[in-house]
């Protein structure tokens, strides 16, 4: 980012966002930069990671005729079990590295999950190396796309609305110090911030249609009949535009948080980007701090502008469908600078 700040060159957000995610969860889970690019370990997990994300959200003809399903008429399963077992083969790596006690170059380990997990693996049987590898497997699949959708998508928003992007900055100048990365205890003070985060999940949730679930029994909700087994996808990208609960929805007014109480915790329908009840996302704490953190400190260490040839008028703001809810088009942005004041 600093390198492209000196030549204003574009970054790509999306990417620079994937790639600090996962170096995020890198790091709480086995102690590792998993977006070091001198590292092939870590080049290999990336990728792979990565293929993963763009494989669950193609489109499957055999979702809508399970008839076909069978035949992998698009090769899709075929695909995603080949980078499952590249994925495990990386895992059963850094397991056996960590067993080994092989230390991990470049890093002060402490406690992290995947000890964690070991040491309960002593006592307990069902934590056998299948599962950790599992677990290992959703965390990051659920952890990095959606994380880094989001935060491409709240720069996509700022950029096209700058003086929303002015009136966040001048937050940060006045509580932080102008050009400073922001830490976590930063967040707090930080409530149109907070209010800017609320709003892009409101209007770019990254799992649109939450998980699939099934009714457990026959149910009755606002007049028409649930049968048991059904499948059920609640429709949260609806639910955020709304214009029945959201005045001017498709418009990005951070402002109608400020001063309320709606939060993203489940407890109010109307906002529910991590869903809600006992499947919530287990991640939103993590993910809602990591997003202030990104984005405080992308807009407080730097400027930014489109890149040549794009214009607020001219960008395309279109989503892409899948599992999770992408930015049609990358959005690249140029960085300058900010002098500490
Ligand atoms: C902006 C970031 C994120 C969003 C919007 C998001 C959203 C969601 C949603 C909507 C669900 C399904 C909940 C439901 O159906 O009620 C989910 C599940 C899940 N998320 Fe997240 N998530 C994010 C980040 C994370 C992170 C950082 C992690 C972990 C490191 C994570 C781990 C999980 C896991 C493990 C599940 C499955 C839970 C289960 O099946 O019970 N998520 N997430």
């Known amino acids: 980012m600093g390198m492209?700040?000196?030549?204003?060159?574009?970054?790509?957000?999306?990417?620079?966002?994937?790639?600090?995610?996962?170096?995020?969860?890198g790091n709480a889970v086995f102690s590792m930069d998993l977006a070091d690019a001198t590292s092939k370990l870590a080049k290999e997990f990336k990728e792979v990671v990565w293929l993963i994300m763009e494989e669950a959200g193609k489109p499957n003809i055999a979702d809508y005729?399970?008839?076909?399903?069978?035949?992998?008429?698009?090769?899709?399963?075929?695909?995603?079990?080949?980078?499952?077992?590249?994925?495990?083969?990386?895992?059963?790596?850094?397991?056996?590295?960590?067993?080994?006690?092989?230390?991990?170059?470049?890093?002060?380990?402490?406690?992290?999950?995947?000890?964690?997990?070991?040491?309960?693996?002593k006592d307990k049987e069902d934590m056998d190396l299948v599962t950790m590898k599992h677990l290992f497997l959703i965390l990051f699949t659920a952890g990095t796309d959606t994380t880094s959708n989001t935060l491409e998508w709240a720069m996509a928003e700022l950029l096209v609305n700058p003086e929303k992007l002015l009136k966040a900055q001048v937050e940060l100048e006045e509580v932080i110090v102008r050009g400073k990365a922001i830490v976590e205890s930063d967040i707090a003070?930080?409530?149109?911030?907070q209010a800017?985060?609320?709003?892009?999940?409101?209007?770019?949730?990254?799992?649109?249609?939450?998980?699939?679930?099934?009714?457990?029994?026959?149910?009755?909700?606002?007049?028409?009949?649930?049968?048991?087994?059904?499948?059920?996808?609640?429709?949260?990208?609806?639910?955020g535009r709304d214009p029945t609960t959201w005045e001017n929805p498709e418009e990005l007014i951070p402002e109608r948080f400020v001063d309320s109480d709606i939060d993203v915790k489940g407890q109010n329908f109307e906002l529910l980007p991590f869903g809600g009840g006992r499947r919530i996302c287990p991640g939103y704490p993590l993910a809602t701090r990591l997003l202030h953190m990104m984005l405080g400190s992308l807009i407080n260490c730097f400027d930014w502008k489109l890149e040549d040839g794009v214009s607020a008028a001219t960008i395309d703001m279109g989503d892409m469908f899948g599992i999770t809810l992408k930015k049609a088009q990358p959005?690249?942005?140029?960085?300058?600078?900010?002098?500490?004041s």
């Not at 492209?4 to 996962?22: K, M, N, W, Y």
């Not at 999940?201 to 149910?219: S, T, Y």
């Open 196 to 239: 800017v985060m609320k709003e892009t999940f409101r209007m770019h949730p990254a799992v649109p249609l939450l998980l699939p679930r099934k009714a457990g029994a026959n149910v009755q909700v606002s007049g028409y009949t649930i049968p048991v087994g059904a499948q059920i996808y609640v429709n949260v990208w609806a639910i």
């Open 331 to 340: 959005l690249q942005a140029v960085p300058t600078p900010r002098n500490s």
């Open 189 to 193: 003070r930080l409530p149109y911030l």
């Open 65 to 121: 005729f399970p008839m076909l399903k069978w035949l992998d008429p698009q090769g899709g399963r075929r695909r995603m079990s080949r980078y499952f077992k590249r994925l495990f083969a990386l895992f059963d790596r850094i397991i056996s590295e960590r067993l080994e006690g092989i230390p991990v170059s470049g890093s002060k380990r402490k406690d992290d999950l995947l000890d964690i997990l070991l040491n309960l693996s």
């Open 4 to 25: 492209c700040g000196q030549t204003r060159s574009p970054v790509d957000i999306g990417e620079a966002a994937f790639a600090t995610s996962l170096n995020l969860l």
